[in-house]
């Protein structure tokens, strides 16, 4: 208490204000969310944001074990961001597995102790709701432990327009064949100003958000992304953190919440300079304020480096994902930091240690497999631990 009066007697007003409300457990408000992007100093931001994930979680730092399948990287939508998917004219580039192709990937890790199987990619007619029933029915017969997290929002409303079904129906039957939990791409900005600027083709932002509804009115949980760095401004920030935190309240089906960091290379929008890391933990920040209601903020460590992602853990992250294998292209493909990424569980864990929190693997629903307390760790590996790669969000 003491830190926090000295810390509240040196600010502005505003500052103080929204300083007294985070310490009493209040809602920020969205002029609150705008201050801080606007004239909010970063280590103020995170003081705050470094408090309140403390308060949630102490030292824990969260990371899994997934594998991740990219059906095709061929796609009808042409997005101003991406540099990662080929246009249906350009194919020849890319590549589109078969379902037999698909299974031959998920085969390849039957002696590895994965929990996660990730699939998310481009869009295509053939991937249709046929094609996913059969898919995911097929997974959990040949390994009914594996947990499936696939496809956005963007997928699920083509295949489901494609098919003449309801999104009720359409989610219905995903989960029947298979579907446990959805990741959080395809967000983007949900703002109509910019959306129809970067991702005009796509799913609205109304519509991402009903698809998600729908799913945690069936039970399901789900992940969120914003997509940030690039035309958007601080309002535009505020009213995508402020329907996803609308949403949550009504549904409480969100687990996690990943700022993902615009990448300008070889995509239709690379004469926008990058954002500073300044801006990028400051972003981090202030998701992890603003949404009072999500337990987990993530960093995706490939997408900002091993060094940012370190820092983030003090500016309100919980979460690095996992070990990153070259089985990820998305990232790579758009100039991130790490390219044909890779950490063993070990280097992890060190990354984590190394500033000063307690590394813990989760589940996708962040039950606990492995907490690597002191005891536990050793710098040249583990005793009695097989390590192995592991992908994405």
């Known amino acids: 208490m003491e830190l926090q009066n000295e810390i509240l007697e040196d600010l502005s007003p505003e500052a103080q204000r929204i300083a007294e409300k985070v310490y009493s457990d209040q809602r920020i408000s969205d002029e609150d969310c705008h201050y801080l992007y606007e004239k909010g100093d970063l ?66 890790y039957d002696d590895q102790p994965v929990t996660e199987v990730h699939i998310v990619g481009g869009v295509l007619p053939q991937y249709d709701v046929s094609f996913y029933e059969r898919l995911f029915r097929e997974i959990k017969q040949h390994r009914p432990d594996l947990h499936v997290k696939a496809l956005t929002p963007v997928e699920y409303h083509y295949i489901f327009k494609k098919e003449k079904i309801s999104y009720e129906e359409g989610m219905r039957r995903m989960k029947e064949a298979g579907l446990d939990s959805m990741p959080g791409g395809g967000a983007e900005i949900f703002h109509p100003e910019v959306r129809a600027q970067i991702a005009g083709d796509k799913c609205t932002g109304d519509q991402w958000l009903r698809i998600h509804e729908i799913w945690h009115e069936l039970g399901g949980r789900s992940n969120a992304t914003m997509l940030y760095g690039h035309i958007e401004k601080a309002e535009h920030r505020v009213d995508h953190l402020r329907q996803l935190r609308m949403l949550q309240d009504k549904s409480q089906g969100f687990q996690t919440f990943i700022p993902l960091k615009f990448r300008n290379k070889d995509n239709e929008m690379s004469h926008l300079a990058e954002v500073s890391v300044i801006e990028d933990l400051k972003n981090y920040a202030i998701s992890r304020i603003y949404l009072d209601n999500f337990d987990h903020i993530k960093a995706y460590w490939p997408m900002i480096g091993r060094t940012v992602a370190q820092l983030s853990l003090a500016f309100g992250v919980d979460d690095l994902d996992g070990t990153i294998d070259d089985t990820t292209k998305i990232y790579s493909m758009a100039g991130s930091e790490e390219q044909n990424p890779s950490l063993s569980t070990a280097q992890l864990v060190k990354l984590i240690r190394a500033v000063n929190r307690t590394p813990v693997e989760r589940d996708t629903l962040y039950n606990v497999v492995n907490d690597f307390s002191e005891e536990d760790f050793e710098d040249d590996g583990f005793r009695g631990y097989i390590d192995l790669p592991v992908v994405n969000q």
């Open 43 to 108: 280590s103020f931001a995170g003081t705050l944001a470094n408090y309140i994930r403390e308060k949630k979680h102490g030292d824990k730092t969260y990371f899994n074990r997934n594998f991740h399948v990219e059906p095709t990287n061929v796609c009808i939508y042409s997005c101003s961001f991406c540099s990662y998917s080929r246009l249906i004219k350009a194919r020849d580039q890319g590549w589109e597995y078969s379902h037999d192709e698909i299974m031959e990937i998920i085969r390849k």
